[in-house]
């Protein structure tokens, strides 16, 4: 097998590959041999057919299997031979002449193919001992966990019908149908609905004109939609609906003790305490991390410098772009309403996917020195955690995970990549920091490297293992339940 480089042009390599066709005829001679005892053939005892008549008649498909294997695996070995490592899966080309082909399949010929792909360049790793960071600590108090502790019994309080007139904090169940400009909509119309007045679960208005009315009354109230209402059939527009009261309900009182607690599943008022303090821990712990991690990434940023391979930064640069697209269209917005235009946004969204595969490489080298490594256990509970998001579908996503080249790198690499963010911290200067929640929760729009420069933020960026959708349920955007615009916010800050 002869071995030629014939471009080497930054991280871009081509190789030429030829095997003579003594050397192809060389290996099918062998297949054919071995396949002589195994094949039956009309007129010949097992075992005692002609190597000739064997060629003949198999000799084209064994030398294409033989082919495709080449093809399959040399690739690899030669860039092992070269010490190096392809950013992407190396493409092929082959000749496309069928004379020529037809050649290379009769061993009449070399079988020459090229090699043509970006190698990961070599990253010389720098020492961990100038990086350090400000970890930012909340303390949870006995009042914040008290108040989540109030929410949480107001969302299990129960309601006692009422004779007369609905008030605030009452309950209204009812039927409704909602018309734009004398038309039904879709998602506009419901059945013993359920509204608490006062919630603001609906758009703006529709609940104070519900104050006062009584259980058989009907009524029709307008209402407009706010102008960056998610639904863009329905954003601005004035609406009326038909309103039929079914029942009003007073709210019960609110008691914190451990009846609530039961009713919640829990032994006690005091392990409910517990179990929140620690969900509020846990959150604001989730915030902590986040920003200890995006200032370790902008630190690597600032050290390591380097071309990163185009083709993954192409695909990087897709999957963000799709996104962008996706939630504009959803939120039915344009970039001009984001303060940009396409062109600024791209150039922008093109940085940062540079920015994630150039710090992706180097947490790997950081993780592949240190000998990182991410078990089958923890592999199993990104699995789990992935089936407990889709009810339901859980045959089909182990299919996909099973039967999917590279699907299972999308659980490793997150993975991979926080236990190098461990190792990291065990290295370098940690200096905890009390705040309180509000400077936690704070965006630092100069830590954060993702949001354009100068500029509003460009429409957010889906988190990969996350579909949340801000605006609320998607395909329930025309019911007259309050939406929140899209948030504005900087794409989540990952080098996966």
């Not at 004379?99 to 399949?105: N, T």
């Not at 190698?119 to 720098?126: H, S, Y």
Request: charged share 35%; proline share 4%; net charge negative.
């Amino acid at each position: 097998m002869q071995v030629t480089e014939t471009l080497a042009e930054g991280l871009k390599r081509e190789i030429k590959v030829v095997i003579p066709k003594k050397d192809m005829e060389a290996e099918l001679n062998v297949r054919l041999a071995d396949a002589k005892d195994k094949v039956r053939i009309n007129g010949f005892r097992p075992g005692k057919v002609p190597l000739p008549h064997l060629k003949k008649m198999y000799g084209k498909s064994i030398m294409a299997d033989l082919v495709n294997e080449i093809v399959r695996e040399r690739p690899t070995k030669i860039l092992s031979e070269r010490g190096e490592k392809s950013a992407t899966q190396p493409s092929v080309a082959m000749t496309e002449d069928e004379a020529e082909a037809e050649k290379i399949l009769n061993a009449q010929a070399d079988f020459e193919f090229t090699l043509s792909y970006e190698v990961i360049p070599p990253i010389e790793l720098k020492p961990t001992s100038g990086l350090s960071v400000v970890r930012e600590v909340v303390e949870v108090t006995e009042e914040e966990v008290a108040e989540q502790i109030e929410k949480i019994a107001e969302s299990a309080r129960t309601f006692e019908a009422k004779k007369g007139k609905a008030a605030d904090g009452d309950r209204v169940t009812m039927n409704y149908l909602g018309k734009v400009d004398g038309e039904a909509f879709d998602g506009g119309a419901a059945e013993d609905a359920e509204l608490v007045l006062g919630s603001g679960r609906f758009i703006p208005g529709f609940e104070d004109q519900l104050v006062g009315v009584k259980a058989g009354d009907e009524k029709q109230i307008t209402v407009t939609f706010p102008a960056d209402y998610p639904a863009a059939n329905l954003a601005g527009k004035d609406a009326t609906f038909d309103i039929t009261v079914k029942e009003v309900a007073a709210p019960a009182a609110i008691e914190i003790n451990d009846e609530l607690a039961s009713k919640l599943g829990i032994e006690s008022v005091d392990r409910l305490k517990e179990i929140v303090r620690g969900q509020i821990e846990s959150q604001y712990g989730s915030v902590t991390r986040q920003k200890v991690k995006r200032q370790i990434l902008d630190q690597l940023d600032e050290l390591y410098k380097f071309d990163t391979p185009q083709g993954l930064v192409d695909a990087e640069f897709e999957n963000i772009w799709r996104q962008i697209n996706t939630d504009l269209q959803q939120s039915g917005k344009t970039f001009a309403d984001e303060d940009t235009t396409e062109e600024d946004a791209r150039a922008e969204y093109r940085k940062l996917a540079e920015r994630r595969v150039r710090l992706g490489l180097v947490l790997s080298e950081i993780g592949e020195k240190a000998g990182v490594e991410v078990t089958e256990e923890e592999m199993q509970r990104a699995l789990y955690a992935q089936l407990q998001q889709f009810p339901g579908q859980q045959k089909e996503i182990l299919d996909f995970f099973r039967n999917t080249p590279g699907a299972s790198a999308s659980l490793r690499a997150p993975i991979f990549e926080e236990k190098v963010v461990d190792k990291l911290l065990s290295e370098i200067k940690v200096t905890d920091k009390t705040v309180t929640k509000e400077e936690l929760m704070a965006e630092d729009e100069a830590e954060s490297a993702e949001k354009p420069a100068k500029k509003k933020a460009a429409p957010k960026k889906a988190a990969k293992a996350e579909a949340a959708d801000e605006a609320g349920e998607g395909e329930e955007a025309a019911a007259p339940k309050k939406k929140a615009a899209p948030k504005k916010k900087a794409a989540e800050d990952s080098a996966e």
